[in-house]
């Protein structure tokens, strides 16, 4: 649950510092911390969702059956 | 076996792409000449087996000629241009591959697997050959990006779709004790299509100079091409197979979902399933494969420096000896369960990677070949370049050297120093050197022979890994959803496992390698914290109980 604020947190101060006008590299421009950033929020966001429902044990007991989904 | 190793790269790929199809020909007729049922499974598995590898194929070759295509598409100096060539980039493998999971899933649970992986296919062959004849930027100017991203974008959806409809329609022909062992043909695809992508271009390239490759029609295009043709065959052969058999029992009894997407991710008990399948296995899975297959590659060519050729020569050996694991670890799925054969793969690569990637650093040290073994040839050859510049209102001449000494070695070790000494004229003519360059980069390293083959057994070994942990993925997660949602279900997390998790490795480790720059292997630590992460999720909460039944 705190891993995924924290990778955001990272992501977005990765892209403050690395985007650079003058650079080159795929790191130094904009679009490509902007689609990461875009994917990977609901991808953490379903990181934190997985952490409180295997906190709450909902995964101690896997259905066995499709009716049970 | 000597005077093989002896064959020149070309004529080795030519005989290893019949070696590898003599196998594939064999095992299929295995199939075909054994029971009808098994006549039956061969047909499934060759029909989607083919098509997947083909659209794999399409994908790859666009990553691979990257270069020329950005020369003839995305001109530098052009922002607009440059802009479109990093949304190609980025937007297909990111974005688009996970949307086109959700479109042709959720049509695949609505209208029957057959039709949607049918128009997948379709999809991607038909964009693959029509960015072959797209003019280049020269001729159409900037509607020759736009097209080449459009088309690139079609791909990224249909790769998204093409997977969970393969896995799904084969899964769904296979009895429950041979589900792992079928559904692991389908697994082969992926690095089969690197294998038959790298082959094809390797091939055209060999057969033509530099120029006439890279020329505007020139030989780069022949593998976009030669795609339609690959289509054409598969199409052929898809509209000949039945609807999976369950899927249409399902239909005919009227349960087939309404709105796969709201049953997939609206309900929690599926919902938590597809998390559990992201964080517990695909996530890892996605780093190990990417790391191995790519990650390996460019590593080799941008950190280690080995020549271009001999660096695709161990890749495609790598790749070939490894490949027949993949059918080998989807057997024994069917035997001990999918759960410890995928995570052992992620541990494996959590521990062996940096050793593996340190051994091809420290294996590759000039000043180490240099002291063990004679020089039998040097080629010196110098670039002068003078540059005039104003300094302090004084006009200064430089003059910048370009050396490169083309270095042979007793023990077959080749490779290139370049060095750069700049040197200041003054105003009495004489010039006096004002910068030597004193690290020297060293390029197109060749290996000796038992190094090349050490290095091709670390790829090997590397691409087992792949091996393990992807080998039983698609009875896993076919095996985790019901039939009436399973295209959809399964497309997801999978596509976000490989085409994020696993296609940000690039980007990570370049990032990581900004901010660390004295550690050459700190891009590993992505990769590595993403398997550790999933193998202790995937211990903890995944079943290894294989579900017998399928059906439901």
Redesign the interface.
């Given at each position: 649950m705190i891993l995924a604020p924290v990778v955001i947190y990272f992501l977005v101060m990765g892209a403050v510092h690395n985007i650079n006008s003058a650079g080159t590299k795929d790191i130094n421009k904009p679009i490509p911390w902007l689609i990461i950033i875009a994917i990977f929020t609901p991808i953490a966001i379903g990181l934190m969702i997985f952490g409180f429902y295997s906190l709450k044990g909902e995964y101690d007991q896997l259905p066995e059956r499709s009716d049970e989904l | 076996m000597i005077k093989f190793l002896n064959l020149s790269v070309c004529a080795q790929i030519n005989i290893f792409i019949v070696i590898i199809t003599k196998q594939t020909v064999f095992q299929i007729t295995k199939f075909f000449m054994a029971s009808t049922d098994v006549k039956g499974i061969g047909k499934v598995i060759f029909s989607s087996s083919l098509g997947t590898l083909i659209e794999w194929y399409d994908f790859y070759i666009f990553g691979m000629l990257a270069k020329t295509i950005s020369v003839q598409f995305f001109p530098e100096g052009n922002d607009t241009a440059a802009?479109l060539s990093?949304?190609a980039?980025?937007?297909a493998g990111?974005?688009v591959r996970?949307f086109g999971a959700l479109v042709f899933g959720r049509l695949g649970d609505m209208i029957g697997r057959k039709s949607t992986f049918l128009l997948t296919l379709v999809l991607m062959g038909g964009s693959t050959f029509l960015i072959g004849l797209i003019p280049g930027y020269k001729s159409i100017g900037i509607a020759a990006p736009l097209l080449v991203l459009l088309l690139r974008l079609i791909q990224g959806l249909a790769l998204g779709g093409e997977y969970g409809g393969a896995a799904t329609y084969v899964a769904e022909h296979s009895p429950s004790n041979r589900r792992g062992y079928y559904t692991s043909w389908i697994q082969t695809t992926a690095t089969l299509g690197l294998f038959v992508a790298l082959g094809v271009i390797m091939a055209v390239k060999s057969n033509m100079s530099d120029a006439a490759f890279t020329a505007e029609w020139g030989g780069w295009r022949y593998p976009f091409w030669i795609s339609i043709l690959l289509v054409g065959v598969s199409v052929y052969i898809r509209l000949r197979m039945n609807e999976s058999p369950i899927y249409t029992k399902l239909k005919k009894a009227g349960k087939t979902s309404v709105n796969p997407l709201k049953e997939s991710f609206g309900?929690k008990?599926?919902f938590?399933?597809v998390?559990?399948a992201?964080?517990g296995a695909v996530m890892g899975q996605g780093v190990i494969w990417y790391t191995g297959q790519f990650y390996a590659q460019s590593f080799l060519e941008n950190t280690v420096k080995i020549e271009f050729m001999q660096n695709r020569e161990i890749l495609l050996w790598g790749i070939g000896l490894a490949t027949p694991f993949f059918l080998v670890f989807g057997a024994l799925s069917d035997k001990i369960g999918r759960k410890w054969i995928m995570l052992t793969g992620m541990l494996l690569g959590v521990i062996f990677y940096r050793p593996i990637f340190g051994s091809f650093i420290k294996d590759t040290n000039v000043k180490e070949w240099m002291k063990n073994a004679e020089v039998v040839s040097k080629e010196i050859n110098k670039k002068m370049v003078i540059k005039v510049d104003t300094i302090h209102a004084v006009v200064t001449r430089f003059t910048i050297t370009n050396t490169s000494i083309k270095w042979v070695l007793k023990d077959g070790f080749k490779f290139v120093e370049n060095t750069k000494d700049t040197a200041v004229q003054g105003s009495d003519g004489v010039e006096t050197l004002i910068k030597k360059d004193s690290k020297p980069t060293y390029t197109d390293k060749i290996l000796s022979t038992p190094l090349k083959w050490k290095f091709i057994f670390l790829v090997f070994t590397m691409i087992l890994f792949v091996t393990m942990a992807y080998a039983p993925i698609a009875a896993f997660l076919v095996e985790l959803?019901?039939?009436k949602i399973r295209y959809t279900s399964m497309s997801l997390p999978y596509h976000?496992g490989n085409g994020?998790f696993g296609g940000?490795v690039p980007?990570i480790a370049?990032?990581l390698s900004?901010s660390f720059v004295n550690d050459p292997l700190v891009g590993l630590w992505y990769p590595i914290a993403v398997a550790a992460?999933c193998c202790i999720i995937g211990a903890?909460?995944l079943?290894n109980?294989i579900?017998k039944n399928i059906m439901?």
């Open positions: - | 802009l990093t949304l980039i980025f937007a990111f974005l996970p309900h008990a599926n938590k399933m998390l559990l992201l964080f959803f019901p039939t976000i994020v940000l980007f370049t990032l900004a992460l903890l909460y079943s109980k579900d439901d």
